[in-house]
C-alpha cells in the first residue's frame, strides 16, 4: 500500500546540491567521493521503499570505485567535474557484471558483460554508477508504472505516477538519492518523467549521445538522455558526455512560445504556470503555431515507425513467450504488430519534409517553448483522463507535447515550471541540432526566474503567429 502521506521535502542529501557544488567540496577537501556515495546508498536505504526507483544497488563496488576516485583526486588526477559524483543508470543501459532486466522477467537473469557506450564514457569521466533504475517494460510506455520490478511511485505524491519509461532514474533524482540519472527517451521517456518529477531532462539530438549497449525499443526515435536537478547540471553532463556539444553562440537566445492548440488539449493551469514561468525569465514572446495537417502527420509518423520497430524487437518473444510480458505491454505491442508495414515505409519517406516543415519555425527564433506535459502526474493505474473539458487517454495526454520531437531528432529539454495543486509541471524547449547553447541559455533564464514564481501565475501576452 502507498503512505496515507506524500513525502515531506527535501528529500534525500542531493534534493538541493548541484554538481557544481559537490565538485567544488570534492576539491576543497570538504567531502570526499567515499562520502557521496555512502550518502548516495544510505538514502537508497531510506527512500526507495517509498518510491520504488532501484532495481539493483551495487554498494560494494560503488564504494571500491569512489575510494579510488579520492585516491585520484588526492593525486591530483582530477578527471573533471563527474569525478566522484554518484550516477543512477535506467535498467536497459547495460553495466558490466550487474543485472539488467529491462523492466522484464524475460532478463531477469541477464548479467551484460560489457558497459553500453555511455557508461563506458561516465566510466572514464570518473562518475560512479550505483546502481539501476526501474524502467517501464522494455521502456514501452509513458506511465512508469508497468515493469516487473512493480511502479515507481511520485517523490511528490506516491499514490500519483512518476510518468515513464525513465521512471526510477527521474524518482531517484527528484527524491535526492542521486545528483545525476541516465535515461532514455523514445517519445519523451527521460523528458515526461522529469517534468511530473519536478526536474531537469534532457535529450540531445538523435544520436549525440550513443546508443550503444542500450536495449533498443525504436532504433530510429530511441535517444539516451540525461536527468538532473536543474537544466545546469544536464548541461554539465553533456559537456563531459558530449565535448563538442555546445558550440559558441555569440547572441542571446530568441525564444518563441509554441502554441499547443493543434497539439492537444491542456490543463488551463499548466498552460498558465508553465507561459508564466517563460516570461518571468525571458519577457514578453512571440507566438508561433503548428497547422493541424502537420500536427497529424507528425503524429501518424511517429506511431507508424515506434510500432514497426518495437513489434520487430520483440516478434520473437512475443510468439514463443508472449506470458512473460506485463499484460499491457504485450497489448501494446500486439496492437504495433498489427500496424501494415506500407504505414512504416510511408511514414520513412515522409520523415524529411515534415522536418523541413517544423524547420520552418526557427527562421527567426532559435528556441520554442511549450509545456512538456499537459497535466500534473496522474494516479498510479490511471488510464483516462480529462484535459479542458475533453476526455483523453492517459498515455496520449502524457506523450503529446514530447513524440513529435523524437520523429524529427531535435534536442527537447525540460525544466520545472512551478506547480499546480502542489504538483510540478514542466516547461519545455526545442531547438535545431547545433543550438544547443541557446537551449541552455534559454532555461538558465527562466531558472533564475521560477523559483519565486507563483504556480498558476497568468500571461495574456500575445505575438505574432507563425504557421509551420
Not at 565538485?23 to 567521493?33: H, I
Not at 498489427?338 to 526557427?362: I, Q, S, T
Given at each position: 500500500m502507498p503512505p496515507s502521506t506524500p513525502i515531506t521535502t527535501p528529500f534525500g542529501p542531493?534534493?538541493?546540491?548541484?554538481?557544481?557544488?559537490?565538485?567544488?567540496?570534492?576539491?576543497?577537501?570538504?567531502?570526499?567521493?567515499?562520502?557521496?556515495?555512502?550518502?548516495?546508498?544510505?538514502?537508497?536505504?531510506?527512500?526507495?521503499?517509498?518510491?520504488?526507483?532501484?532495481?539493483?544497488?551495487?554498494?560494494?563496488?560503488?564504494?571500491?570505485?569512489?575510494?579510488?576516485?579520492?585516491?585520484?583526486?588526492?593525486?591530483?588526477?582530477?578527471?573533471?567535474?563527474?569525478?566522484?559524483i554518484p550516477v543512477a543508470v535506467k535498467d536497459l543501459i547495460m553495466v558490466a557484471g550487474r543485472p539488467t532486466t529491462m523492466g522484464s522477467r524475460h532478463f531477469a537473469d541477464h548479467v551484460p558483460t560489457s558497459d553500453a557506450a555511455c557508461v563506458r564514457q561516465l566510466r572514464a569521466a570518473g562518475a560512479i554508477m550505483v546502481g539501476q533504475t526501474t524502467t517501464h517494460q522494455f521502456a514501452y510506455g509513458p506511465t512508469g508504472d508497468r515493469s516487473a520490478n512493480g511502479p515507481v511511485?511520485?517523490?511528490?505524491?506516491?499514490?500519483?505516477?512518476?510518468?515513464?519509461?525513465?521512471?526510477?532514474?527521474?524518482?531517484?533524482?527528484?527524491?535526492?538519492?542521486?545528483?545525476?540519472?541516465?535515461?532514455?527517451?523514445?517519445?519523451?521517456?527521460?523528458r515526461i518523467p522529469a517534468a511530473l518529477c519536478g526536474i531537469a531532462g534532457f535529450k540531445p539530438a538523435y544520436g549525440r549521445i550513443p546508443a550503444d549497449g542500450v536495449f533498443p525499443l525504436s532504433e530510429t526515435l530511441d535517444h539516451v538522455g540525461l536527468l538532473a536537478r536543474d537544466a545546469e547540471d544536464c548541461r554539465i553532463?553533456?559537456?563531459?558526455?558530449?565535448?563538442d556539444g555546445l558550440r559558441p553562440a555569440g547572441r542571446e537566445p530568441r525564444v518563441?512560445?509554441?502554441?499547443?492548440?493543434?497539439?492537444?488539449?491542456c490543463d488551463p493551469?499548466?498552460?498558465?504556470?508553465?507561459?508564466?514561468?517563460?516570461?518571468?525569465?525571458?519577457?514578453?514572446?512571440?507566438?508561433?503555431?503548428?497547422?493541424?495537417?502537420v500536427v497529424?502527420?507528425?503524429?501518424?509518423?511517429?506511431?507508424?515507425?515506434?510500432?514497426?520497430?518495437?513489434?520487430?524487437?520483440?516478434?520473437?518473444?512475443?510468439?514463443?513467450?508472449?506470458?512473460?510480458f506485463d499484460p499491457e505491454v504485450l497489448e501494446r505491442l500486439q496492437g504495433a504488430a498489427?500496424?501494415?508495414?506500407?504505414?512504416?515505409?510511408?511514414?520513412?519517406?515522409?520523415?524529411?519534409?515534415?522536418?523541413?516543415?517544423?524547420?520552418?519555425?526557427?527562421e527567426r527564433h532559435d528556441v520554442l517553448a511549450l509545456p512538456t506535459v499537459p497535466l500534473t502526474a496522474p494516479f498510479l493505474g490511471q488510464r483516462e483522463t480529462e484535459l479542458d473539458g475533453t476526455p483523453v487517454a492517459v498515455r496520449n495526454a502524457l506523450l503529446a507535447l514530447t513524440s513529435a520531437w523524437n520523429l524529427l531528432g531535435l534536442p527537447a529539454l525540460t525544466v520545472p515550471a512551478g506547480t499546480v495543486d502542489g504538483l510540478p509541471v514542466g516547461l519545455?524547449?526545442?531547438?535545431?541540432?547545433?543550438?544547443?547553447?541557446?537551449?541552455?541559455?534559454?532555461?538558465?533564464?527562466?531558472?533564475?526566474?521560477?523559483?519565486?514564481?507563483?504556480?498558476?501565475?497568468?500571461?495574456?501576452v500575445e505575438g505574432e503567429r507563425v504557421t509551420a
Open positions: 542531493f534534493a538541493d546540491r548541484s554538481i557544481s557544488d559537490l565538485g567544488a567540496d570534492l576539491r576543497a577537501g570538504r567531502t570526499t567521493a567515499t562520502d557521496l556515495v555512502r550518502a548516495a546508498l544510505d538514502a537508497v536505504t531510506r527512500l526507495d521503499p517509498l518510491v520504488n526507483a532501484f532495481v539493483t544497488v551495487a554498494a560494494d563496488q560503488s564504494l571500491a570505485e569512489a575510494r579510488q576516485a579520492d585516491r585520484e583526486i588526492a593525486d591530483g588526477a582530477d578527471r573533471g567535474p563527474l569525478h566522484g511511485r511520485n517523490p511528490h505524491d506516491p499514490e500519483r505516477m512518476t510518468g515513464g519509461s525513465s521512471a526510477g532514474s527521474a524518482a531517484a533524482v527528484a527524491a535526492g538519492m542521486v545528483p545525476l540519472a541516465l535515461g532514455t527517451d523514445t517519445g519523451g521517456s527521460v553532463a553533456y559537456q563531459v558526455l558530449v565535448p518563441a512560445w509554441l502554441d499547443t492548440g493543434s497539439l492537444s488539449p493551469r499548466v498552460l498558465r504556470s508553465v507561459r508564466a514561468a517563460l516570461e518571468a525569465g525571458t519577457g514578453p514572446v512571440s507566438e508561433l503555431f503548428i497547422a493541424p495537417r497529424q502527420d507528425l503524429r501518424e509518423g511517429f506511431t507508424a515507425i515506434q510500432s514497426g520497430e518495437a513489434a520487430a524487437v520483440h516478434a520473437d518473444r512475443m510468439a514463443e513467450t508472449p506470458d512473460l498489427a500496424v501494415p508495414a506500407w504505414r512504416y515505409v510511408r511514414a520513412l519517406r515522409a520523415r524529411p519534409l515534415l522536418a523541413e516543415a517544423v524547420d520552418g519555425l526557427f519545455q524547449f526545442l531547438c535545431r541540432a547545433g543550438d544547443e547553447r541557446l537551449l541552455f541559455d534559454a532555461a538558465a533564464l527562466v531558472d533564475r526566474a521560477v523559483r519565486d514564481l507563483p504556480a498558476t501565475d497568468a500571461t495574456g
